[in-house]
Nanobody, 123 residues
Framework: QVQLVESGGGLVQAGGSLRLSCAAS????????MGWYRQAPGKQRELVAR???????NYADSVKGRFTISRDNAKNTVYLQMNSLKPEDTAVYYC?????????????????WGQGTQVTVSS
């Protein structure tokens, strides 16, 4: 029905940069908020950043000033530019999108998740 495909994860040294991408496809009627979450080993999944359809953004305090979230509504794609990476940023990063599909009989968005992409920052 709906699929979120992520790319851009990998191994990087502290201080380096990565850019994550997540493209939504399928029977999409509309997308509201899109965001990025991460989960480190032994930790709860946490919100990293999110962006509304109108461009309003929120960031976790730990990434403010270093990460930038953006989106291309025409491509149903959300990005996360990660600069000045720290070992503490090491986690599996998950894309999330609140989506109303064309198959729904009720116009309420449902949260969809990407498969996750590993980001490892070495010291």
């Amino acid at each position: 029905q709906v699929q979120l495909v992520e790319s851009g994860g990998g191994l990087v040294q502290a201080g380096g940069s990565l850019r994550l991408s997540c493209a939504a496809s399928g029977s999409i009627f509309s997308i509201n908020v899109m965001g990025w979450y991460r989960q480190a080993p032994g930790k709860q999944r946490e919100l990293v950043a999110r962006i509304s359809s109108g461009g309003s953004t929120n960031y976790a305090d730990s990434v403010k000033g270093r990460f930038t979230i953006s989106r291309d509504n025409a491509k149903n794609t959300v990005y996360l530019q990660m600069n000045s990476l720290k070992p503490e940023d090491t986690a599996v990063y998950y894309c999330n999108a609140d989506i109303i599909t064309t198959a729904q009989t009720m116009g309420v968005g449902i949260g969809y998740w990407g498969q996750g992409t590993q980001v490892t920052v070495s010291s």
